[in-house]
Protein backbone atom coordinates (compact mmCIF):
# COMPACT_ATOMS: atom_id res chain seq x y z
CA UNK A 1 0.00 0.00 0.00
CA UNK A 2 1.04 3.65 -0.74
CA UNK A 3 1.72 5.75 1.99
CA UNK A 4 2.27 9.64 2.03
CA UNK A 5 3.75 11.66 5.06
CA UNK A 6 3.37 15.06 5.58
CA UNK A 7 3.29 18.27 7.79
CA UNK A 8 7.10 17.79 8.85
CA UNK A 9 8.54 21.37 9.47
CA UNK A 10 11.40 23.52 11.48
CA UNK A 11 9.54 24.36 14.68
CA UNK A 12 11.11 26.02 17.80
CA UNK A 13 11.57 24.31 21.03
CA UNK A 14 7.88 24.01 23.20
CA UNK A 15 5.99 24.23 20.08
CA UNK A 16 3.94 21.55 17.79
CA UNK A 17 3.71 19.80 14.75
CA UNK A 18 1.25 17.40 13.53
CA UNK A 19 1.98 15.24 11.04
CA UNK A 20 -0.09 12.83 8.18
CA UNK A 21 0.12 9.38 7.10
CA UNK A 22 -2.81 8.88 4.37
CA UNK A 23 -2.80 5.87 2.35
CA UNK A 24 -5.29 5.20 -0.54
CA UNK A 25 -9.06 5.43 0.34
CA UNK A 26 -10.52 3.08 2.20
CA UNK A 27 -7.54 0.89 2.85
CA UNK A 28 -6.59 2.06 6.28
CA UNK A 29 -8.84 -0.73 7.99
CA UNK A 30 -6.62 -3.50 6.96
CA UNK A 31 -3.44 -1.80 8.70
CA UNK A 32 -2.11 -0.99 11.74
CA UNK A 33 0.36 1.90 11.60
CA UNK A 34 3.72 2.71 13.21
CA UNK A 35 5.39 6.06 13.21
CA UNK A 36 9.15 5.66 13.11
CA UNK A 37 12.07 8.84 13.15
CA UNK A 38 15.81 8.39 12.29
CA UNK A 39 17.66 11.32 13.90
CA UNK A 40 20.98 12.40 11.97
CA UNK A 41 23.82 9.39 12.42
CA UNK A 42 21.55 7.36 14.48
CA UNK A 43 19.15 4.44 13.43
CA UNK A 44 15.73 4.38 13.32
CA UNK A 45 13.25 4.17 16.25
CA UNK A 46 10.10 3.31 16.84
CA UNK A 47 7.67 6.29 18.20
CA UNK A 48 4.24 5.49 18.36
CA UNK A 49 1.52 2.85 17.04
CA UNK A 50 -2.08 2.57 16.40
CA UNK A 51 -3.67 -0.95 15.74
CA UNK A 52 -6.42 -1.03 13.32
CA UNK A 53 -9.64 -0.40 15.78
CA UNK A 54 -7.68 2.15 17.24
CA UNK A 55 -8.08 0.11 20.53
CA UNK A 56 -4.31 -0.29 21.08
CA UNK A 57 -1.55 2.57 21.12
CA UNK A 58 1.93 2.88 22.03
CA UNK A 59 4.56 5.01 22.47
CA UNK A 60 7.85 5.15 23.21
CA UNK A 61 9.20 6.61 26.28
CA UNK A 62 10.88 9.46 24.97
CA UNK A 63 7.60 11.25 23.60
CA UNK A 64 4.53 8.91 26.36
CA UNK A 65 2.62 12.11 27.41
CA UNK A 66 3.89 14.47 25.19
CA UNK A 67 2.44 12.99 21.41
CA UNK A 68 -0.79 11.37 20.85
CA UNK A 69 -1.59 9.03 17.84
CA UNK A 70 -5.07 9.13 15.76
CA UNK A 71 -6.65 7.63 12.95
CA UNK A 72 -9.81 8.85 10.95
CA UNK A 73 -10.67 5.95 8.86
CA UNK A 74 -13.14 7.99 6.68
CA UNK A 75 -9.95 10.39 5.65
CA UNK A 76 -7.98 7.18 5.22
CA UNK A 77 -5.27 8.74 7.18
CA UNK A 78 -3.18 8.46 10.83
CA UNK A 79 -2.13 11.54 12.79
CA UNK A 80 0.92 11.60 15.35
CA UNK A 81 0.06 15.21 17.58
CA UNK A 82 3.34 16.50 18.70
CA UNK A 83 3.47 18.79 21.26
CA UNK A 84 5.98 20.20 23.62
CA UNK A 85 8.97 19.47 21.52
CA UNK A 86 12.45 19.25 22.08
CA UNK A 87 15.75 19.24 19.92
CA UNK A 88 16.12 15.37 20.72
CA UNK A 89 12.69 14.88 18.28
CA UNK A 90 14.90 16.24 15.31
CA UNK A 91 14.49 13.72 12.70
CA UNK A 92 13.04 12.24 9.64
CA UNK A 93 9.62 10.80 10.26
CA UNK A 94 8.14 7.86 8.61
CA UNK A 95 5.17 5.83 8.67
CA UNK A 96 4.86 2.19 8.18
CA UNK A 97 1.91 -0.06 7.80
CA UNK A 98 1.49 -3.57 8.74
CA UNK A 99 -0.80 -6.09 8.28
CA UNK A 100 -0.14 -7.74 11.54
CA UNK A 101 -1.73 -6.74 15.54
CA UNK A 102 1.16 -4.67 16.83
CA UNK A 103 1.54 -5.84 20.39
CA UNK A 104 3.71 -4.68 24.16
CA UNK A 105 6.25 -7.22 22.57
CA UNK A 106 6.66 -5.81 18.97
CA UNK A 107 5.30 -2.50 17.96
CA UNK A 108 8.25 -1.33 17.23
CA UNK A 109 10.31 -3.81 14.76
CA UNK A 110 10.55 -2.94 11.87
CA UNK A 111 10.56 -6.18 10.19
CA UNK A 112 6.91 -6.23 10.65
CA UNK A 113 6.18 -3.66 8.37
CA UNK A 114 4.87 -4.11 4.99
CA UNK A 115 4.71 -0.85 3.76
CA UNK A 116 7.18 2.49 4.25
CA UNK A 117 6.11 6.14 3.42
CA UNK A 118 8.86 8.67 2.68
CA UNK A 119 9.20 10.52 5.43
CA UNK A 120 8.80 13.93 6.38
CA UNK A 121 11.79 16.03 8.11
CA UNK A 122 11.03 17.64 11.54
CA UNK A 123 13.79 20.11 12.65
CA UNK A 124 13.17 21.61 16.13
CA UNK A 125 15.02 24.49 17.10
CA UNK A 126 15.61 28.06 18.24
Known amino acids: VQLVESGGGLVQPGGSLKLSCTMP????????VTWFRQAPGKGREGVSS????????YYSDAVRGRFTISRDIAESTVYLQMNNLVPDDTGLYYC????????????????????WGQGTQVTVSS
Open 96 to 115: GARETMPGSSDWWEEAKIDS
Open 25 to 32: QWELDAYA
Open 50 to 57: ISKSAGRK
